[in-house]
């Protein structure tokens, strides 16, 4: 499945619109650099739970074994899911092409944004880094140190319109690629961009893909090249709890929880930064490029006035051969990643078996998702049934529908998506009791039955008011239902896929798995709106009273117009990325493939704490 996925996104890549970016998405081009085929047995999912969750892991014991070589193969019963025969009726044609109108500018706005981030710190500090500090650039050094171009790019948006200022991709590329066959999370900083210093939301950019790594219990490879904090903003990045000091922390728990870290110093490592190599399990170190220190020489000539390289005070033969802080030198950074790939292949996993051909074969839905773009609603009046959209996503448009008749506000069912089996809960209008009540059932079925969750949200853009008794009743009843849905979301430990299609809206959002309930990948369309109240709603809030009011009210309504987009949202990393409509089956089919590699590292039982450097 693994390989056959691959494979098919392989030969797909040409058939892709051009504005399809290449880093959003793992899509395989270079086969000749790929260790052997890998594939991923349809097998029950284990639980995926960082260590800091107060969750109960599930009891190894109950873990089917693996065939480990034995060259068992094993296969799904078979399943014929009933075809979904969602057509676009003629009254549709007004919404849809209200929809198609307003994705395409939302593309527009997607492909300037990618192109902003796409040039780092700019033309001159591009210049500095490269002629001057000879080394190589953050894009370059993940073509090095990955099997392939492209990889799952996580939050490229995040830093853009903060209030200090445009940070380019916060200063750091994170996301998921390969390495020898293993996914990976990589933690890369982007010295163009202020010399690689970390803002506050490059703090908060590294926390999560640390989070992905432990969700997904992935190893995690930091490519280190950092002036340490941003000074001027101190305040916001010293001293809090998820600040600074976390990455250090995170470091030791997900090494107690068995989940590989490695460090390759290809620029400056100062202050803080000096303790991310010296906490990963391995480290490797480049010559002339890397440094580690507390404090640089010109610390060192302030306070000795003693004129000291930086080489001598804490480069890589120093650190190899001295302190012992790294463990691999290299004598130039295409050395570093080499040495990187091959720690990699003696981390104790193993990779996927080869599947029987009919396995491998995916089907692509009847209708194409190039016409998600017409059915990614423009605001919550334009929302067309959800399965239309399903038929678009699905593979062969399957759908085998769960409680059809029952809360039709919220549509439930299985589904293949690039092969893999998931449980889809998509919003269908407002989230009724009825409708929380089926989503709370489905939700613990697929749990109960370890299938993975992807949750297709478009909430209601207002909450709901009480002024009779009778309204009283059903919101009361709605309330109860809802809770129950949430705390089934909640405790689910099946991985959850978020996918923001349209209104991401008060209560009902938590519901239906948005970012405060953990979801493992959160991504959102670009026309995808995120506020407590819809723009236009704040009435709903605060009813307004005299002349005062209404300007008030105005007010609040271009504010949450503003402050609503999904740019708006991913560049502050409330989730990880805005995707097109018509990438979705393949970023999900990636992030379905990224979450089961779990299965496959030996010897996760035994219990272990952090490693400790000399
Ligand atoms: N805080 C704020 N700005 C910083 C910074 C920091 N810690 N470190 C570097 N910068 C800024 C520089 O002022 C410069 O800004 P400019 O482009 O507006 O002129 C930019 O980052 C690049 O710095 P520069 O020194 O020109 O680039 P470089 O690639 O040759 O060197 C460093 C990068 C990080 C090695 C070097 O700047 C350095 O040693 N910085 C101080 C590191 C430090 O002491 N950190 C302690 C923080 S706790």
Known sequence: MYSCLARSLRCNVGAWPSYVPSSTLAVLRSPDRRSPDHHCPHRPLTSSLPLQEARPLRDPRLTPARSMGTGTRRKRPPSAFPVLEEKLQPIHTHVYEANLRNSTACQQRYVTFREKVRKGGGENAVARHTQRNKKLLVRDRLRLLLDDEDFLELSPFAGLGLPYGD??????????????????????????????????????????????????????VYLVDSGGAFLPLQSEIFPDKNQGGRTFYNEAIMSAMRIPQVSVVC??????????????????????????????????????????????????TLHAEVSGCVDHFAWDEKEAYMYTRNIISTLN????????????????????????????????????????????????????????????SLVTGFAKIEGHLVGIVASNGELSCAASLKGSHFVQLCDQRDVPLLFLQNTAPRPRHTHT????????????????????????????????????????????????????????????????????????????????????????????EEESSAFFSSGRLWDDGVILPQDTRKVVGVCLTISQQQRYQLSTEKTCSPMLRV
Request: glycine share 10%.
């Open 349 to 408: 996993y193993e990779l996927p078996e080869e599947e029987e051909e009919q396995g491998r074969r995916v089907e692509q839905p009847l209708h194409s998702p190039e016409e998600l773009m017409g059915l990614a609603p423009l605001n919550y009046n334009h929302s067309l049934d959800v399965k239309l959209l399903l038929s678009r996503l699905t593979d062969g448009s399957k759908f085998q529908e769960f409680k059809a008749r029952y809360g039709t």
């Open 469 to 560: 008794l009778s309204q009283a009743d059903t919101n009361s009843n709605r309330l109860k239902a809802q809770g129950s849905m949430m705390s089934a979301v909640a405790c689910a430990t099946v991985p959850k896929i978020t996918v923001v299609i349209g209104g991401c809206y008060g209560a009902d959002s938590y519901a239906m798995c948005g970012r405060a309930f953990d979801p493992h990948f959160l991504f959102l369309w670009p026309n995808a709106r995120v506020s407590l109240v819809a723009p236009g709603y704040a009435a709903a809030l605060t009813p307004p009273e005299g002349e005062e009011g209404e300007g008030a009210l105005r007010k609040i309504n271009k504010r949450l």
């Open 167 to 220: 940070i380019p991709s916060a200063g750091c590329l994170t996301g998921v690629g390969r390495i020898n066959g293993l996914w990976c999370v990589f933690i890369a900083n982007d010295a163009t961009v202020k010399g690689g210093t970390a803002y506050p939301i490059t703090v908060k950019k590294q926390l999560r893909a640390q989070d992905v790594a432990m969700q997904n219990r992935l190893p995690c």
């Open 267 to 316: 620029g400056s490592c100062t202050a803080g930064g000096a303790y991310i190599p010296t906490m990963a399990e391995e480290a490797v170190m480049v010559h002339r490029i890397g440094t580690i220190f507390l404090g640089g020489p010109p610390l060192v000539k302030a306070a000795t006035g003693e004129e000291v390289t930086p080489e001598d005070l804490g480069g890589a």
